[in-house]
C-alpha cells in the first residue's frame, strides 16, 4: 500500500491524550520513513517534541511576552485576554503552503480540531476525523456546525472505542458505514532499575501501606472527586493505604479539592500532585490502579497501569475501560457508587500473590495489543478494505 500524502491537525501541543497518541503516530510513520505535516490550532509543552517529526504550522497568534509578563507580576491589573485569531495575512499564507504540499487527505485528531478544518475547505482535501470523545466533550468543543461539518463533509471517522463509535452514530448523526474502529497507540516505557520506591521516598509513604493510584488532568471528567471520597472511606476501612492523584492543576478546581481533602485527611495519607513528564515511578510504585472518570474514551493511562500488571478498577459506562477489560469483570463496577467502589478496591488489595500473577501476565499481554507495530497494521488494514 502507498501512503497517501497526508496532513494532520490537531488542536493544541499539551501534554494529555488526543495529543500523546497523534505524537507517537507521528514518531512511529517517520520511523518508517514517512515525512510527518501537522497544523494545530495552538501550541503546547510538546510543541517542540512535534518539531522533530514533522513539519509544524500553529494557526492561532502566539501572544508576545510583555503580555505574558505582565500576567504574572501580583498586584497588578489583568491585562485584557490578547487577541490570538491569526490575521488575513498569516492564515492566508499558512493557507498557501498547504495547497501547494498538495495533501491527498487531510485528517483531524479529536473534534475539537474540526473547527479548524472548516477553515481548510478551499484546499479541495478529503477530510477524515480520529475522535477521542464522548458526550460530554463533543458537546462542550464543538459548535453544531462542526457536527454537521462531521456527519455531512467528512469521508471517514475513526472511534477511539466503541462507545465513542455508539455515540458518533446516535448523537453526532454520522452513518455506521463512514466510521471505523481504531484504538489508540500508546509507547510504553522499560521498567525502571530503582534500588528503592522513590514514590514512597519523596512522600514519606510506608514500606508497608498499600497506594491506590490515579493519573490524569483534575477535570470534571476524570471524576477526581469521586476518587477523593473512595479514599475518605477506604482509609476509615483499611487505615494504612494511601492515595495518590497525579494531575492536579494552577486553577480554583484543583485548589479547592486540595483544601477541602487537608480538612478530614489529617494523617497526610491522600498525596495530590501536579502534572509530571514521567508517570512511570508511580505505576511501579501502587497496588491498585483506580480510574474514576466519568468520561474516558480509552485512556491511555489504563494501559500504563496494565503494562505493569497492577489490578485497574473502572466503571463500565466511563468508555474505554469496558473495551480493555473484556472478559475481567471483576474489575469492573456498573456505576460511581462510591460504596461499591471502596468494597471493590479494598478486596482487590487483599489479593493473595497467585492472584496477583494471574493479573500481572493478563494485563501486560492486553497492554501491548496497542503498541506501534500493531497500531499501524491496524490502520494498514482499515485502508486495504
Not at 173 to 186: F, R, S, T
Not at 204 to 223: N, Y
Not at 261 to 274: F, G, S
Request: proline share 4%.
Amino acid at each position: 500500500m502507498v501512503e497517501s500524502k497526508k496532513l494532520f491537525v490537531g488542536h493544541d501541543a499539551n501534554r494529555a491524550g488526543a495529543q500523546l497518541v497523534l505524537l507517537h503516530w507521528l514518531r512511529e510513520r517517520k520511523a518508517q520513513g514517512l515525512t510527518n505535516y501537522l497544523l494545530l490550532v495552538d501550541g503546547g509543552s510538546l510543541l517542540e517534541e512535534y518539531r522533530k517529526v514533522a513539519q509544524v504550522w500553529v494557526w492561532r497568534t502566539e501572544r508576545p511576552l510583555w503580555f505574558k509578563v505582565k500576567q504574572r507580576i501580583p498586584g497588578i491589573r489583568q491585562a485584557a485576554e490578547w487577541d490570538r485569531t491569526p490575521s488575513k495575512r498569516k492564515m492566508a499564507g499558512i493557507l498557501s503552503s498547504l495547497r501547494a504540499e498538495a495533501f491527498d487527505c487531510i485528517l483531524g485528531n479529536t473534534v475539537s480540531s474540526v473547527s479548524l478544518l472548516r477553515e481548510l475547505v478551499s484546499l479541495h482535501v478529503p477530510f477524515e476525523v480520529y475522535v477521542h470523545e464522548l458526550s460530554y466533550s463533543i458537546s462542550n468543543f464543538t459548535s453544531e456546525e462542526d457536527r454537521k461539518f462531521m456527519a455531512g463533509q467528512v469521508s471517514r471517522v475513526y472511534a477511539v472505542s466503541a462507545l465513542v463509535k455508539t455515540v458518533l452514530e446516535k448523537e453526532v448523526g454520522i452513518a455506521a458505514d463512514k466510521i471505523d474502529l481504531l484504538p489508540p497507540i500508546i509507547e510504553l516505557p522499560a521498567a525502571t532499575q530503582n534500588t528503592h520506591d522513590p514514590v514512597r521516598t519523596a512522600l514519606g509513604i510506608p514500606a508497608d501501606s498499600q497506594i491506590v493510584f490515579s493519573c490524569g488532568l483534575a477535570e470534571w471528567r476524570k471524576a477526581p472527586d469521586v476518587f477523593l471520597e473512595v479514599a475518605k472511606q477506604l482509609i476509615t476501612k483499611m487505615p494504612t493505604v494511601h492515595f495518590i492523584w497525579l494531575g492536579m492543576l494552577d486553577n480554583e478546581y484543583s485548589d479547592n479539592l486540595i483544601a477541602t481533602t487537608a480538612i478530614w485527611d489529617t494523617k497526610k495519607q491522600v498525596h495530590l500532585l501536579p502534572v509530571c513528564s514521567d508517570s512511570r515511578p508511580y505505576f511501579e510504585a501502587m497496588d491498585v490502579f483506580f480510574l474514576s472518570s466519568r468520561e474516558d474514551p480509552f485512556p491511555l493511562v489504563m494501559l500504563e497501569a496494565a503494562h505493569v500488571g497492577k489490578p485497574i478498577v473502572g466503571v463500565r459506562a466511563s468508555g474505554g475501560v469496558n473495551d480493555f477489560l473484556q472478559g475481567l469483570d471483576e474489575l469492573l463496577v456498573e456505576s460511581w457508587d462510591v460504596a461499591v467502589l471502596v468494597d471493590k478496591i479494598s478486596s482487590l488489595l487483599q489479593l493473595s500473590p497467585a492472584q496477583l500473577a494471574d493479573y500481572q501476565q493478563n494485563l501486560k499481554e492486553r497492554a501491548v495489543q496497542y503498541s506501534a507495530t500493531l497500531f499501524m497494521d491496524r490502520w494498514a488494514q482499515l485502508h486495504s478494505k
